[in-house]
Every structure is written in C-alpha cells, then in structure tokens.
C-alpha cells in the first residue's frame, strides 16, 4: 500500500468514526468532536486528489440511506450441542444473534466477528456464508433498506458474558429459540440458521 493508498484508508476509517458518531450521538460536546473529525477526514483525503476538503465534505454530508442501502452482518455461532447463541438487546429486550452494521474499511466477516466480540466478548472466525438478506422482505418494521450477510462463525476463545452493548446472552436450541421474543428479522434469520446447520437445506439462503 503506497503513502496515499494509506491516507485515503485513514481518511475513511475517520470519515466512518464520524458520521456514527453523529448518527448516535447526543452530547452537544461529543458531536462537536465528530464535527472535527469529519472535517479532518476530508482535509486528509484532499490532500491525495483534486477536489477541496469543503468540496469533500459537502460530499460526505449527503445522506446515503436516502439513495443506497446499508450493509449489516451478522453471526451464527453454534455450540458442541446445537445450539445457537443469541443475546438481548438493551434498547427493546428482543433477542437475535449478534451482529449490527459493517463499518468503514472493514468485509462483512469481520464487521460479524467483531459485532460478537462487543456484543458477547467471544473470539469467533467467520467460515461460511448463511443467507443474504433484504431486511424489507423479512422485517415488519423497516426504517431504511439494509442488506444483511449471515455467517455461520466457529468459536476461537472466550466465553458468553454481558457486555455494554446487550442485557443477556445465552445458548438456545430450536424449540427454546422459538419461545423468544425474537428482533425483527431474526424470526427469519435464527430458524434458516438452525436448517442450514442441522443439514435440513444446503447452500446459502437469498431473501
């Protein structure tokens, strides 16, 4: 990777730190911090081209979601039992399995192997694609497009725990994962996991 390759990365990965930041955000302090960090990011990309960093982040603050769909990941990470994790979400109390959205610079595997790290402080390796997923073909509720990519992720260390992010974690086999109050297109997503591990249906699920 040359000098610029890196800088345009760096200036991406700020860039994605910053429009989160805001997304989420509420602090009036902690926003204005992101406000600079999304005016860095487009200082340091103009510096690799033509365009100036007013003019880049004009650009960055166009809302995307409006015209082109988000990318999500999630992980289905089965025990020696069968049986699937899933954790609680603190923000309505529904289960799924973890996962959330893919940040800047990182492949949908390693935004799932990392969304299970913050989410269950577990070490997983992603190995194998589940189903690819429209989130406005198996959700009630859609707020924007997403595209959500499930991988069928093996343990590597650590064991289920709380974390800042969840209010339970836990392992369920099918019948009990069905007595769940499940988050949104995971009643869709948790049983078509079950299917593809327990060999019921082969090949990547489409929806």
């Known amino acids: 990777m ?19 930041g805001l997304y989420y955000g ?14 860095l990011a487009a200082e340091a990309l103009a510096l690799t081209e033509t365009r100036s960093a007013d003019e880049l982040e004009r650009l960055f603050l ?13 992980a289905a990470v089965f025990d020696g ?15 799924c399995m973890p996962g959330g959205l893919t940040d800047v610079g990182e492949t949908p595997a390693e935004a799932a192997e990392r969304e299970t790290r913050e989410e269950t402080g577990m070490e997983v390796r992603a190995v194998a694609l589940y189903g690819l997923y429209d989130n406005r073909r198996i959700s009630d509720t859609p707020r924007v497009q997403t595209y959500c990519a499930v991988f069928r992720a093996e343990w590597v ?5 709380v974390t800042s992010e969840t209010c339970d974690v836990g392992w369920f086999d099918r019948a ?4 769940l109050e499940l988050f949104r297109g995971h009643r ?3 049983p078509d996991a079950f ?6 249906r082969s090949g990547a699920v489409f929806h």
């Open 176 to 179: 009990a994962a069905a007595e």
């Open 26 to 39: 509420t602090d009036e302090y902690d926003r204005a911090r992101y406000h600079r960090v999304r005016r």
């Open 157 to 161: 260390s650590g064991t289920p725990q």
């Open 62 to 74: 166009a809302d995307l979601t409006e015209r082109t769909a988000l990318a999500t990941a999630d």
């Open 2 to 20: 040359t000098p610029a390759d890196r800088l345009i990365a760096l200036a991406e990965e700020l860039r994605g730190i910053a429009a989160a």
């Open 81 to 95: 039992s069968g049986r699937l994790l899933l954790t609680r979400r603190r923000d309505c109390g529904q289960w």
């Open 195 to 200: 299917d593809l591990f327990e060999g019921k």
């Open 188 to 190: 869709v997503k948790v």
